[in-house]
């Protein structure tokens, strides 16, 4: 029995979370989430995800910041950034992740790239 692939889910908003763990959970996966960054990587650690997808303006997190965190320790995991935004695309640091895609209600492109990171 192969185990299923687990996708954490970073997002300070509760309807994202929401929507990604049931339609992600509909395809197969094992999701988890956190509503921001307190103690991400402890929680990387804990649940070994094979695949994060994180929000770049949360509350009191920058995902941007967080990526390098993640980079710093996990090299190889790879990171879907998901904002509301499109011109974090621009920043430097967006160039760390393996993604970018703009939030929407259709996932079919955060689905599309979420297979090929793990392709």
Do not use: W
């Amino acid at each position: 029995m192969t185990s299923l692939k687990k996708i954490l889910v970073v997002d300070d908003e509760a309807h994202i979370r929401m929507l990604y763990a049931e339609e992600l959970g509909e395809d197969g996966y094992d999701v988890v989430t956190a509503e921001d960054g307190a103690g991400l990587l402890d929680l990387i650690e804990k649940e070994n995800p094979n695949v994060v997808v994180l929000d770049i303006k949360m509350a009191d997190y920058n995902g941007l910041d967080l990526l390098q965190d993640i980079r710093n320790k996990y090299y190889d995991l790879p990171v879907i950034l998901c904002s509301a935004y499109d011109t974090f695309q621009d920043d430097m640091k967006a160039i760390a992740a393996d993604h970018y895609v703009v939030k929407s209600f259709d996932l079919a492109e955060l689905k599309q790239k979420i297979t090929e990171v793990l392709a």
